[in-house]
């Protein structure tokens, strides 16, 4: 069953967050490599570190709430009432779960960290919610559109997450684990509005050259990032003790995740089209057992 499918990913991607955040603030090692990675970025040039500040900046409290209320709208004007306020419990739940869980959870006395950095910094709030931004999109556009999307999407993320580590707002296991905090709200999400509403119409499936094509370009993208990270950002770590090797591999890892994550998704919602059926004619899987699909042709 597809809303099965989509639980049990939820549930992994849920997994993978405590696991990650678990070992990068609960572990020795874990620690060591945060912080190594974290204190590498004061060698780079200040008006590098403020271009990257300048790139969060861009996520505020009142863009969040535009570009939420956004595709909430765009949901609603496409007949996808449910998905609607699915879109808004991602967006929104996703901003809110983040900021609660950096007052709650305490980080660990290890004797590694210094005094400073002695306290949760986690999950990244930038990190997480441009990722759910990103598989909001996802889910609210055509699904012709779908994979360029997101595409598009994971790349903007990967951007923003690694400035987080850039700018010196997070360590990195901040920002993975906000990465698949949001990835696992979304698929949890996506699994209960097709329990409640079906799998949507019967769409003939892209062709994988198509799919991979796009995807191939938004990998193409990360040497691109690799550089601006190693070069343009760190032109002098590589001679000087300061955990250079740390930050460039944290950065990767942000980056390789966000399109993990994004691809993850789109794979999972292959053949799940969430917009309305025409009028008179039965969803994909409607109705299927377990799939509990309303009466309305245009709740979805």
């Not at 986690?122 to 999307?149: D, K």
């Not at 990195?172 to 709200?185: F, H, K, R, V």
């Not at 994004?262 to 999972?268: F, I, K």
Request: aromatic share 6%; with cysteine.
């Amino acid at each position: 069953m597809i809303a099965r499918r989509l639980a049990y990913a939820s549930l992994a991607a849920l997994a993978l967050a405590v696991m990650v955040f678990w070992f990068a603030t609960r572990t020795v090692a874990g620690q060591e490599f945060g912080d190594d990675a974290y204190e590498a970025r004061f060698v780079a040039d200040p008006s590098v570190r403020d271009a990257a500040r300048d790139i969060l900046g861009l996520l505020t409290h009142g863009s969040l709430l535009l570009v939420g209320a956004s595709l909430v709208i765009v949901a609603l004007l496409r007949r996808r009432p449910r998905l609607g306020i699915g879109v808004g419990v991602l967006v929104f739940g996703t901003a809110f779960l983040a900021e609660l869980l950096k007052t709650v959870i305490p980080r660990a006395e290890l004797g590694v960290d210094p005094f400073e950095l002695a306290h949760n910094t986690g999950p990244s709030g930038h990190a997480s919610i441009s990722m759910a931004i990103a598989l909001a999109a996802v889910m609210v556009v055509p699904m012709r559109w779908r994979v360029p999307g997101a595409a598009i999407g994971g790349v903007l993320v990967a951007i923003m997450a690694t400035s987080t580590l850039a700018a010196g707002w997070h360590r990195p296991g901040d920002a993975l684990a906000g990465e698949l905090m949001a990835t696992a709200i979304a698929l949890g999400v996506a699994a209960v509005l097709v329990m409640v509403r079906g799998a949507g119409n019967m769409v003939a499936v892209r062709s994988a050259a198509s799919a991979v094509r796009w995807w191939v370009y938004a990998v193409l993208a990360l040497p691109v990032l690799i550089v601006v990270i190693d070069v343009a950002l760190l032109p002098e770590a590589a001679t000087a003790d300061t955990g250079h090797a740390d930050f460039v591999v944290a950065a990767v890892l942000i980056a390789l995740l966000a399109l993990a994550c994004v691809a993850a998704v789109v794979a999972l919602l292959r053949d799940v089209d969430l917009d309305p059926p025409p009028r008179g004619v039965a969803a994909a899987g409607d109705p299927q057992p377990g799939l509990g699909a309303g009466p309305d042709p245009g709740a979805a």
